[in-house]
Nanobody, 127 residues
Framework: QVQLVESGGGLVQADGSLRLSCAAS????????MGWFRQAAGKEREFVAS????????SYADSVKGRFTISRDNAKNTVYLQMNSLKPEDTAVYYC????????????????????WGQGTQVTVSS
């Protein structure tokens, strides 16, 4: 069982930056690929970024590529999402998630393949 708690959301102006953090409970954090998803009002949850267990592999949605960076610190049981050049269309509730994977380099981009989810943190970007 893994419990995930996101933090770092808030209100920011367009072109600003935020860094989201997701702290995981337990001592098995390094066994999971991690991901960030987001859900805007009235829309389905969508993939944002994923990072492998080792941190060596990452994947991004086209809409955030070049602006967002996912990273992890296995010693701190934490995954981060650095968001730069934010746009109003980035406004959403952001969720972190953990996926059980057998390899160190696998990233996971599909919602259904994630086993654990956080409660979400709101990010609002004003124009």
């Amino acid at each position: 069982q893994v419990q995930l708690v996101e933090s770092g959301g808030g209100l920011v102006q367009a072109d600003g930056s935020l860094r989201l953090s997701c702290a995981a409970s337990g001592r098995t954090f390094s066994r999971y690929a991690m991901g960030w998803f987001r859900q805007a009002a009235g829309k389905e949850r969508e993939f944002v970024a994923s990072i492998s267990r080792s941190g060596a592999s990452t994947s991004y949605a086209d809409s955030v590529k070049g602006r967002f960076t996912i990273s992890r610190d296995n010693a701190k049981n934490t995954v981060y999402l650095q968001m730069n050049s934010l746009k109003p269309e980035d406004t959403a509730v952001y969720y972190c998630a953990a996926a059980t994977t057998s390899t160190l380099l696998s990233v996971v981009v599909t919602t259904n393949n994630y086993d654990y989810w956080g409660q979400g943190t709101q990010v609002t970007v004003s124009s």
